[in-house]
């Protein structure tokens, strides 16, 4: 098993992602019969109506079945079971302040404080994104003279969180660049991820200078940020957030939506006004205002908007950008336009590798 581990991570360097992704999911062929067991059991121990309801249904008897079985001698795991709230809606997400660090990077920030942390949202078994944001714009020595600091943020995957957990260890050992706590990772707990974000930099790098929030399929031009947002050269700006604005939008109340919002969760009929989720910039100052504050409040699924109404509660507003920085849609990629944009969504592993070359010389072809 170890000598299997070690060969797979040395894949994780090395080859091309056709083979890497092939041998990850051999790995969880094998890995999934061993652990099913203690899955079943983990994912019924949480035992929260949304969770066993969308779970159930398919292969619900199955897992019943096997729970019987596991019920007394199996351990119980990395997830703890969420705190009894009897009237909490199935996408309240349950902010418990208690989420323990997994894997974790405490002694980062000892000997610096970082001008910038890359804060990147990535599900556990993406490997070759991680991989490739590493060689491209997650690259910390990309700006001369800038302290850059690079994390992955994580949860634990609803259904392989045991075998790939000892990839991701060993992933983390090598790069020292991941963070996780015990939730679950799964869309509706996002915001969950941006919080763990927010209380690492308030315990661990509480003098950073300014951090971005990023998705890992967004093209992020960094030395373009730092150059014209962030502006090294100037005192560093306190209550500050920007990206791309939405104002004054209205919660979508269908519930087909991926963001469907019930007035249960969220009753206002506007958000506030807040930052386009794929990525956006704040002052190191607002990671503490903001984890303070998401303890006090309702905390919503919609991980942007939230950051929104953390804001309005703290009472600071969002500081607008210049137009054309941050693409919400994809551009199809051009070296000198992309040299004057910040983050351009929909780029994934394969296309950064391509494109990640082309991009260095922009300085010498590109005219300012
Ligand atoms: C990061 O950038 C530096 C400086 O450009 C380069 O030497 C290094 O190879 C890059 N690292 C990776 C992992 O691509
Ligand atoms: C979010 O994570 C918590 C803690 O692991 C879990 O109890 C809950 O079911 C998850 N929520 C969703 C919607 O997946
Ligand atoms: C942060 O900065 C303050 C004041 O400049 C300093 O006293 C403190 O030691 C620094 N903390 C860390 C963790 O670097
Ligand atoms: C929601 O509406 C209530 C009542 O008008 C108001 O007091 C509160 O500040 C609003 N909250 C947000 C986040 O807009
Ligand atoms: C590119 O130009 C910008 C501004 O002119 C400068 O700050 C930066 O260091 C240059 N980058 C490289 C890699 O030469």
Same mark, same amino acid.
């Given at each position: 098993?170890?000598?299997?581990?070690?060969?797979?991570?040395?894949?994780?360097?090395?080859?091309?992602n056709v083979v890497l992704f092939c041998s990850i999911v051999?790995?969880?062929?094998?890995?999934?019969?061993?652990?099913?067991?203690?899955?079943?059991?983990?994912?019924?121990?949480?035992?929260?109506?949304?969770?066993?309801?969308?779970?159930?249904?398919?292969?619900?008897?199955?897992?019943?079945?096997? &729970? %019987?079985?596991?019920?007394? !001698?199996?351990?119980?795991? /990395?997830?703890?079971? +969420?705190?009894?709230?009897?009237? =909490?809606? #199935? &996408? %309240?997400?349950?902010?418990? !302040?208690?989420?323990?660090? /997994?894997?974790?990077? +405490?002694?980062?920030?000892?000997? =610096?404080? #970082?001008?910038?942390?890359?804060?990147?949202?990535?599900?556990?078994?993406?490997?070759?994104?991680?991989?490739?944001?590493?060689?491209?714009?997650?690259?910390?020595?990309?700006?001369?003279?800038?302290?850059?600091?690079?994390?992955?943020?994580?949860?634990?995957?609803?259904?392989?969180?045991?075998?790939?957990?000892?990839?991701?260890?060993?992933?983390?050992?090598?790069?020292?660049?991941?963070?996780?706590?015990?939730?679950?990772?799964?869309?509706?707990?996002?915001?969950?991820?941006?919080?763990?974000?927010?209380?690492?930099?308030?315990?661990?790098?509480?003098?950073?200078?300014?951090?971005?929030?990023?998705?890992?399929?967004?093209?992020?031009?960094?030395n373009y940020m730092v150059s014209q947002l962030l502006q090294?050269?100037?005192?560093?700006?306190?209550?500050?957030?920007?990206?791309?604005?939405?104002?004054?939008?209205?919660?979508?109340?269908d519930k087909a939506s991926k963001w469907y919002m019930p007035?249960?969760?969220?009753?206002?009929?506007?958000?506030?006004?807040?930052?386009?989720?794929?990525?956006?910039?704040?002052?190191?100052?607002?990671?503490?205002?903001?984890?303070?504050?998401?303890?006090?409040?309702?905390?919503?699924?919609?991980?942007?908007?939230?950051?929104?109404?953390?804001?309005?509660?703290?009472?600071?507003?969002?500081?607008?950008?210049?137009?054309?920085?941050?693409?919400?849609?994809?551009?199809?990629?051009?070296?000198?336009?992309?040299?004057?944009?910040?983050?351009?969504?929909?780029?994934?592993?394969?296309?950064?590798?391509?494109?990640?070359?082309?991009?260095?010389?922009?300085?010498?072809?590109?005219?300012?």
């Amino acid at each position: 098993m170890e000598g299997a581990r070690k060969v797979l991570m040395t894949q994780v360097q090395n080859l091309p992602n056709v083979v890497l992704f092939c041998s990850i999911v051999l790995f969880l062929l094998v890995a999934k019969n061993k652990w099913e067991s203690l899955e079943t059991h983990d994912t019924k121990l949480k035992g929260s109506p949304d969770f066993a309801g969308n779970q159930k249904s398919a292969i619900g008897f199955e897992w019943e079945s096997t &729970l %019987e079985r596991t019920k007394e !001698t199996k351990p119980s795991g /990395l997830i703890p079971p +969420p705190p009894p709230v009897a009237t =909490r809606h #199935p &996408l %309240e997400v349950v902010y418990s !302040t208690d989420y323990k660090f /997994l894997l974790n990077e +405490p002694n980062k920030c000892r000997e =610096r404080s #970082p001008f910038l942390i890359l804060l990147v949202i990535t599900e556990p078994q993406h490997f070759p994104t991680r991989q490739a944001i590493r060689q491209t714009w997650g690259n910390e020595s990309l700006v001369p003279g800038v302290s850059i600091l690079r994390l992955f943020l994580t949860g634990v995957h609803p259904k392989f969180g045991y075998p790939l957990q000892a990839l991701l260890e060993e992933e983390s050992s090598i790069h020292r660049d991941i963070i996780q706590q015990d939730f679950l990772d799964t869309y509706n707990n996002l915001t969950l991820k941006t919080l763990m974000g927010m209380e690492w930099i308030s315990k661990f790098c509480p003098n950073a200078t300014y951090a971005v929030k990023a998705d890992s399929d967004i093209f992020l031009n960094v030395n373009y940020m730092v150059s014209q947002l962030l502006q090294p050269h100037l005192p560093p700006k306190k209550n500050y957030m920007t990206g791309y604005i939405y104002w004054k939008t209205k919660p979508l109340r269908d519930k087909a939506s991926k963001w469907y919002m019930p007035r249960e969760v969220y009753p206002n009929e506007t958000y506030p006004p807040y930052c386009a989720g794929a990525g956006y910039v704040f002052s190191g100052d607002l990671a503490k205002k903001i984890y303070q504050v998401a303890k006090t409040i309702k905390v919503i699924n919609m991980e942007d908007a939230f950051m929104g109404i953390c804001l309005y509660e703290l009472g600071i507003s969002m500081t607008n950008s210049p137009w054309g920085f941050f693409n919400m849609f994809r551009v199809k990629y051009e070296k000198c336009k992309f040299s004057k944009m910040v983050v351009v969504h929909g780029y994934g592993p394969e296309e950064l590798l391509q494109i990640w070359p082309d991009l260095r010389d922009q300085n010498q072809t590109c005219k300012s």
